[in-house]
């Protein structure tokens, strides 16, 4: 009975989980299948977004389920340029769908409200008992919920502790979703609640190659020891992003849990106000195409090299006129999400991640279509052809054979080596998450790279200062030498002055004044070479031993 009083509570929780998810609740819109059709082939796929207020990946979705055909870039090139006959409408295929739901949300009236509501709910998740995995939920009236529940109309999968413990250790956890019919996030997610350790990266790998690998002990605190979730509840958890055991392992704990909070929740609202950087982007760069009448053929006309002699605003030199609203969604929320986590957003080309210095540069695909000649062009061709029959060498003019349009497929490059590239499938507006933890990542490396720079600048000024010092020492050490040579060669010609002296008194047996005097002198020269008596003299003064500018042989005469 407790098992199954808690099992209810659980399921309960789960549903009011997915439901304060998001702060925005959706509403039903139904429409004709035939309308949508009409309204999507007059006005385009980002307007028809904007007019029943709904996100552009979810009205993607909605058309697609209803197999209705969506315009091409080339298709409003063409019309917009007065191409009618390139500008091929396809028809609507039969289908037994009649009436289309469209789900559409309320967002926020202002920029502070939204950038409040996101801050809130960053803060909510990172708190909530689920992201803690140590707290069991609360307990909520789900009347429904549990209506269903004993009527069998909702599939459950039933998570015992222990039981699931040793399945993750005893096959890996992509074979453990695969019996329960989940995906492996959703149940990295029940362990991570469960506090149930994961084996790590590449443990199936050496344990398949036959090593011999520890299993870690299951922790005894936990309160939850029985979770009941439905198929579900997991199928919409999977459709978040959820951060991998491995990934921003850089940040602490807590910082953590705020990031994993936002990657889960970032999203695009429908009409919701810019962030006021990527605002300005928009206007700046419809401004500046519209003044200089390009449109997306125009414009991917152009070559790199014309492109460089016109001054482009940043970011718009690689992406087309019609992406311009759609980048600007996207450095929105991703910018909002960013200050709501603490980071500064300079421009919108470049933001700050804990302490560190990011750029995000945008560009956009573009394909080859052969070149439709212009009037003005058709009339040069004609011009040639009659002066061709006049004059042999008459030159051609120089036309394009080529136009590029846009694919509508947009690549991020986050710093210097991450790129986010979209697919038809998989668009950027459902890879926010990815691009966030991107961010992040770029942050780390560029902070390890800076501090490898300061390091290696450190070690430099050190070598640089240590060379300096041995060089000083070596002089000294130069210096001292000289000094000792030249105080020993003022010694030895001290002791030959004075050898000298004794061998003159020494033969002659009985000296004059003047020869009397002329040994005193000499005496007092070999005292004023010797270094260990130093003696002054009257006009010489004190012998400098050690200075190599003193003549050490010969003396000037005047």
């Given at each position: 009975?407790?098992?199954?009083l ?5 399921k309960?929780?789960?549903?009011l989980?997915?439901?304060e ?8 819109i ?23 207020n ?14 209705i055909?969506i ?24 289908s ?28 909510n ?6 992201a ?17 529940i ?5 599939d ?8 699931l ?7 890996p956890v ?59 509840a ?5 459709k ?13 704990a807590e ?31 419809n401004?500046w ?25 940043s970011m ?30 300079n ?18 695909g ?14 040069l061709?004609e ?25 509508g ?25 990815k ?26 000024q ?24 030249n ?42 070479y010797d ?6 003299d ?21």
């Open positions: 009975m407790i098992e199954e808690m099992s209810f509570y659980d309960v929780a789960d549903y989980v997915m439901e998810a998001s702060d925005l609740k959706y509403k039903e139904k429409t004709s299948r035939i309308q949508l059709y009409d309204e999507l082939w007059k006005i385009g796929t980002t307007r028809l977004a904007e007019k029943y709904t996100p552009y990946t979810k009205l993607r979705e909605v058309l697609q389920k209803a197999s055909p315009p091409s870039s080339a298709y409003w090139t063409y019309l917009n340029m007065g191409y009618t006959d390139k500008a091929v409408k396809i028809p609507l295929p039969d037994e769908i009649n009436e289309v739901i469209i789900y559409v949300r309320e967002p926020p009236n202002t920029y502070s409200e939204s950038k409040s509501i996101i801050k809130a709910s960053i803060k998740a990172a708190t909530k008992p689920d803690q995995g140590n707290e069991s939920a609360a307990e909520p009236d789900g009347s429904s919920v549990q209506e269903n004993e009527n069998g109309r909702i459950t999968n039933m998570y015992r502790r222990e039981d413990y040793s399945e993750v250790w005893k096959m992509t074979k453990v979703a695969e019996k329960y019919g989940v995906s492996d996030n959703a149940i990295r997610k029940v362990c991570r609640r469960m506090n149930i350790p994961l084996p790590t990266l590449g443990y199936w790998a050496k344990k398949y190659a036959g090593q011999q690998m520890d299993i870690p002990p299951l922790p005894a605190e936990c309160k939850i020891s029985v979770i009941s979730r439905t198929k579900e997991d199928h919409n958890s999977d978040k992003r959820i951060l991998a055991d491995n990934e921003l392992c850089f940040l602490s910082e953590r849990t705020k990031v994993s909070a936002a990657v889960e929740q970032i999203s695009i609202t429908p009409n919701e106000k810019l962030h006021k950087l990527a605002a300005i982007f928009k206007n700046t760069a401004k195409f519209c003044s200089k009448g390009y449109s997306s053929l125009t414009f991917g006309s152009l070559t790199n090299w014309e492109k460089s002699k016109i001054e482009i605003p718009c030199k690689e992406i087309f006129p019609e992406s311009v609203s759609r980048v600007a969604e996207i450095i929105s929320v991703l910018f909002k999400y960013i200050e709501a986590l603490g980071g500064t957003v421009d919108y080309t470049s933001v700050t991640v804990r302490g560190e210095t990011i750029d995000i540069y945008v560009s956009e573009s394909k080859s279509i052969s070149h439709v000649l212009t009037p003005k062009e058709q009339k061709m011009e040639y052809h009659e002066r061709n029959k006049i004059y042999r060498y008459e030159s051609e003019p120089s036309i394009r054979k080529y136009d590029k349009i846009s694919t497929r947009l690549k991020i490059k986050v710093g210097r080596e991450k790129v986010l590239h979209e697919s038809s499938n998989n668009l950027i507006e459902k890879n926010l998450g691009l966030l933890i991107m961010i992040y990542e770029e942050s780390e490396q560029i902070k390890l790279d800076r501090k490898a720079k300061e390091e290696a600048e450190r070690k430099r050190e070598e640089e200062r240590l060379a300096r010092e041995r060089r000083r020492l070596y002089d000294d050490e130069c210096d001292q030498l000289q000094k000792l040579l105080e020993s060669e003022d010694y030895e010609i001290a002791c030959k002055i004075r050898q000298y002296v004794q061998a003159v008194e020494e033969s002659t047996e009985e000296l004059s004044d003047k020869q009397i005097r002329w040994i005193e002198w000499a005496k007092k020269k070999a005292d004023w270094p260990t008596i130093m003696t002054e009257e006009f010489l003064g004190i012998r400098k031993h050690s200075d190599d500018s003193v003549p050490r042989k010969k003396y000037g005469f005047w």
